[in-house]
């Protein structure tokens, strides 16, 4: 464990180097591609809820047209926020309930990236996790690299792997149980070659990964 533990932190190091040398009009071009195959992919359109990270300014796919198409087509809209518990903080997914909400009612978290407020109308904020919320169809995720294995190399804090682990346990027993799918959006310069990426048995493998080349698997 200590030795992927320091393969990963060396790994995001070298990617942050590599990150910070993508143009803004690279970046501009990339997330409007990728933004196109979003919306054509199958998950997608079938998707009723979605879960989906607001974008910080550099580093990653932006998200900002993603999120208004979500809210433009009447699905529900989720996106993250970070809860303090104790020394610790945990990520749940609070909903957006319109274009207006999403322009307004953001503010600075942890590392600048927007957060929706805890209230909306007076009231506490609906989140994905309570039982009478429309069930998350589709999470769309950010990283600092991927590959075509479907794994995944995030920030190192944890937030995505175990908000899905407790969030796909918390999903009421059914003859047919809820599927949550599960995409990576990435920039080229995310996608590396296969077993690059060190994973252990608590790393979420995605379901599929979208660069602005399409739909790599």
Sequence with gaps: ???????????????????????????????????????????????????????????????????????????????????????????????????????????????????????YDSTPRESASSPSSPPIDLILMPGMAFDRTLSRLGHGKGYYDRFISTYRSSLPETSEKHEVFLCGLGLDEQVLEDGTIPMTETDVRLNSLITSQGVQV
């Excluded at 030795?3 to 409007?32: D, F, H, P």
């Excluded at 087509?73 to 957006?96: C, D, H, N, Q």
Aim: with cysteine.
């Design 1 to 119: 464990m200590t030795t992927v533990k320091a393969a990963k932190a060396a790994l995001r190091k070298s990617m942050r180097l590599r990150l910070a040398n993508i143009t803004a009009e690279s970046l501009t071009s990339q997330s409007a591609a990728v933004t196109r195959h979003v919306l054509s992919h199958p998950a997608f359109q079938k998707s009723n809820a979605v879960a989906c990270y607001l974008s910080m300014p550099k580093g990653e796919i932006q998200t900002d047209e993603i999120v208004n198409a979500v809210l433009a087509e009447g699905k529900t809209l989720y996106v993250p926020r970070l809860k303090t518990l104790a020394e610790s903080s945990v990520m749940e997914f609070l909903r957006i309930h319109s274009k207006e909400d999403l322009e307004s009612n953001l503010v600075p978290g942890v590392w600048g990236i927007r957060e929706p407020s805890v209230e």
